[in-house]
């Protein structure tokens, strides 16, 4: 199976596909590119009997630390047929497992696909946060819906209107990660349970993933519509045009002056 872009690697094993996130520079930051080569990578393996599990993660110590800044201040767009959306769709649909092996910080969308992931192993060392409000932005990918449903109210409202870091025994502990292990056993994991459920009915698998996302599955689409009609029309606000540009200037964002 090809990538259609170099910073997304990918490769089959086993009945295994594994996806790495492989632009260690930008700390794995995503680019529309990046989005655009996973969802056509999940896509083609929808149908593909030689894959019945993904793998997810990331190269040199980095989950991802999310959207790429640079690409949002240059407007790119979170528009429904936008590369962002075509990911976040592709994995939202996806009807096989995914297992996420978090090898490192996991910041933005690096926590929210957590949320649509099966399984995930996550390294000692790993970082997590949803810095949205902190941006200028609002929350992503489900997580206003989704999160307080895993985590309760109030922890919801901790992440997400506080853009707290925590770590990946709290992400356990919230019901985010399975299991938090040493740093390079996240893979390790990762590998042995795709490959516990490679070996498995495929069919009693993929319904048994069905069943257990069936509640919450035609609402959690309509939530993140409505959330990526939201986050775009934050994507121009002046809030997040200083919070973008005071990340690139290593400075703290200043909020003073906004109603
Ligand atoms: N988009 C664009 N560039 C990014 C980026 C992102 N999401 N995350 C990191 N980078 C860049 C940094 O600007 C820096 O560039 P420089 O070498 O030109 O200075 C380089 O990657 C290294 O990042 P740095 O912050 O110095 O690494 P770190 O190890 O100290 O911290 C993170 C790593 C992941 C914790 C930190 O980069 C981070 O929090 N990034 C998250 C950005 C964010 O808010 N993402 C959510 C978007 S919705």
């Given at each position: 199976?090809?990538?259609?872009?170099?910073?997304?690697?990918?490769?089959?094993?086993?009945?295994?596909?594994e996806?790495?996130?492989?632009?260690?520079?930008?700390?794995?930051?995503?680019?529309m590119?990046?989005?655009?080569?996973?969802?056509?990578?999940?896509?083609?393996?929808v149908?593909?009997?030689?894959?019945?599990?993904?793998?997810?993660?990331?190269?040199?110590?980095?989950?991802?630390?999310?959207?790429?800044?640079?690409?949002?201040?240059?407007?790119?767009?979170?528009?429904?047929?936008?590369?962002?959306?075509?990911?976040?769709?592709?994995?939202?649909?996806?009807?096989?497992?995914?297992v996420?092996?978090v090898?490192?910080?996991?910041?933005?969308?690096?926590?929210?696909m957590?949320?649509?992931?099966?399984?995930?192993?996550?390294?000692?060392?790993?970082?997590?946060q949803?810095?949205?409000?902190?941006?200028?932005?609002?929350?992503?990918?489900?997580?206003?819906?989704?999160?307080?449903?895993?985590?309760?109210?109030?922890?919801?409202?901790?992440?997400?209107?506080?853009?707290?870091?925590?770590?990946?025994?709290?992400?356990?502990?919230?019901?985010i990660?399975?299991?938090?292990?040493?740093?390079?056993?996240?893979?390790?994991?990762?590998?042995?349970?795709?490959?516990?459920?490679?070996?498995?009915?495929?069919?009693?698998?993929?319904?048994?993933?069905?069943?257990?996302?069936?509640?919450?599955?035609?609402?959690?689409?309509?939530?993140?519509?409505?959330?990526?009609?939201?986050?775009?029309?934050?994507l121009t606000?002046?809030?997040?045009?200083?919070?973008?540009?005071?990340?690139?200037?290593?400075?703290?964002?200043?909020?003073?002056?906004?109603?």
């Amino acid at each position: 199976m090809q990538s259609a872009c170099a910073e997304i690697q990918a490769q089959v094993n086993e009945r295994i596909l594994e996806i790495t996130i492989n632009r260690p520079e930008r700390k794995n930051a995503l680019t529309m590119a990046m989005y655009t080569a996973m969802a056509e990578l999940l896509n083609s393996a929808v149908n593909n009997s030689e894959i019945r599990v993904v793998i997810l993660t990331g190269a040199e110590g980095i989950f991802t630390s999310g959207n790429d800044l640079t690409d949002f201040l240059g407007g790119s767009a979170e528009g429904e047929e936008s590369p962002v959306f075509q990911f976040m769709s592709a994995l939202y649909n996806f009807p096989k497992p995914v297992v996420a092996a978090v090898n490192g910080p996991a910041v933005g969308i690096g926590t929210t696909m957590l949320l649509h992931c099966d399984l995930s192993f996550a390294g000692h060392d790993a970082l997590f946060q949803m810095p949205f409000v902190n941006l200028g932005l609002c929350p992503e990918y489900g997580s206003s819906y989704l999160l307080p449903r895993i985590a309760g109210h109030a922890k919801a409202s901790e992440l997400l209107l506080l853009g707290k870091k925590f770590s990946a025994q709290e992400a356990v502990e919230i019901g985010i990660c399975n299991a938090a292990v040493e740093p390079e056993q996240a893979i390790v994991r990762a590998r042995e349970v795709a490959a516990e459920l490679a070996a498995k009915a495929p069919a009693a698998v993929r319904l048994s993933k069905q069943l257990l996302r069936r509640a919450t599955q035609e609402k959690g689409l309509e939530i993140i519509q409505e959330e990526g009609r939201h986050f775009q029309d934050r994507l121009t606000s002046e809030e997040f045009k200083e919070a973008a540009t005071a990340f690139m200037e290593k400075r703290p964002a200043d909020f003073s002056k906004f109603d």
